[in-house]
T-cell receptor, first 117, second 110 residues
Framework: AQKVTQAQTEISVVEKEDVTLDCVYE???????LFWYKQPPSGELVFLIR??????QNEISGRYSWNFQKSTSSFNFTITASQVVDSAVYFC??????????????FGKGTLLTVNP | ETGVTQSPTHLIKTRGQQVTLRCSSQ?????VSWYQQALGQGPQFIFQ???????GRGNFPPRFSGLQFPNYSSELNVNALELDDSALYLC?????????FGSGTRLTVV
């Protein structure tokens, strides 16, 4: 079975602080994708980043960066110099092959990030 | 390119009734997936449609059913509504492993 755990339920920071969101996953698949999504109060899931299981290179994209470690099954996400507009619920998700030609997503329970001015 | 549009945005139904939710997929996307997100939880996979056929299903009872049309838009139907069906229903269109989500339909069952 596949599982995604986000141990942090809520995080509150002050603007300009760096914040790291933790994600631990379980899967028996050798080929999979990991995602981070942002969900503002409007409800839409906004795609942030994706990583495949064969690429552990960690990168930085603007204020976002991620740390993918297969040895610990972790896929942590960092926002540098947080802003009030970053306030949202953040979901980590695991994509597995579900038959046919496409994949389904398994989500964690989310982390509510509040950035205070 | 157009995004994913869901309708209606909000809906209130009575227990036992039936409901139909609609989703238009993003241009070029041939697969539609539906997710249920209860309050304070992550989205749960309901099912996926690829080329008008169901292509994978999560742990949801048969009263949750769907359709996909030739233009790749989709419907989610829920019969015999229960109070626990109250949730945000999200539709995602995809091509391969790239997903685009709609803003969802907030269903309240009273």
């Amino acid at each position: 079975a596949q599982k995604v755990t986000q141990a942090q339920t809520e995080i509150s920071v002050v603007e300009k602080e760096d914040v790291t969101l933790d994600c631990v996953y379980e899967t028996r698949d050798t080929t999979y994708y990991l995602f981070w999504y942002k969900q503002p109060p409007s409800g839409e899931l906004v795609f942030l980043i994706r990583r495949n299981s064969f690429d552990e290179q960690n990168e930085i994209s603007g204020r976002y960066s991620w740390n993918f470690q297969k040895s610990t099954s972790s896929f942590n996400f960092t926002i540098t110099a947080s802003q009030v507009v970053d306030s949202a619920v953040y979901f980590c998700a695991l994509s597995m092959y579900s038959g046919g030609s496409n994949y389904k997503l398994t989500f964690g329970k989310g982390t509510l990030l509040t950035v205070n001015p | 390119e157009t995004g994913v549009t869901q309708s209606p945005t909000h809906l209130i139904k009575t227990r036992g009734q039936q409901v139909t939710l609609r989703c238009s997929s993003q241009s070029g996307h041939n697969t539609v997936s539906w997710y249920q997100q209860a309050l304070g939880q992550g989205p749960q996979f309901i099912f996926q449609y690829y080329r008008e056929e169901e292509n994978g299903r999560g742990n949801f009872p048969p009263r949750f059913s769907g359709l996909q049309f030739p233009n790749y838009s989709s419907e989610l139907n829920v019969n015999a509504l229960e109070l626990d069906d109250s949730a945000l229903y999200l539709c995602a269109s995809s091509y391969g492993d790239g997903y685009t989500f709609g803003s969802g339909t907030r269903l309240t069952v009273v």
